[in-house]
């Protein structure tokens, strides 16, 4: 798809009920991404989480629509919020 196309996808949808499995609610915030072509050894998993009191990284050698259960077999890395990150914590 173009961008054109891909734009007016989200317009369609951008702060209208949309309902996703059992939740029903307004999305607002889309990310539109080119598509690289890449093997899949290539891909990775990462994912942001921000708590209370800490941020965590997500890490996993093996991204993709199928990675199944990343909570249980990604690298986990707590950042407390307010610190720097250091080269010794990586």
């Known amino acids: 798809k ?3 196309e891909a734009k007016d996808w989200v317009m ?8 996703i499995e059992t939740v029903t609610g307004q999305l607002t915030h889309f990310l539109i991404e080119p598509l690289i072509p890449h ?6 998993y990462i994912c942001m989480l921000s708590h209370r009191y800490y941020d965590e990284l997500l890490f996993y050698h093996e991204g993709g629509v199928d990675v199944g259960d990343v909570d249980s077999k990604a ?6 919020t307010g610190e720097a990150m250091t080269e010794a914590a990586v």
């Open 12 to 19: 369609e949808r951008m702060c209208k009920e949309q309902k």
């Open 2 to 4: 173009t961008f054109e």
């Open 39 to 44: 093997k899949q050894e290539e891909e990775f």
């Open 75 to 80: 690298e986990k890395m707590h950042l407390p």
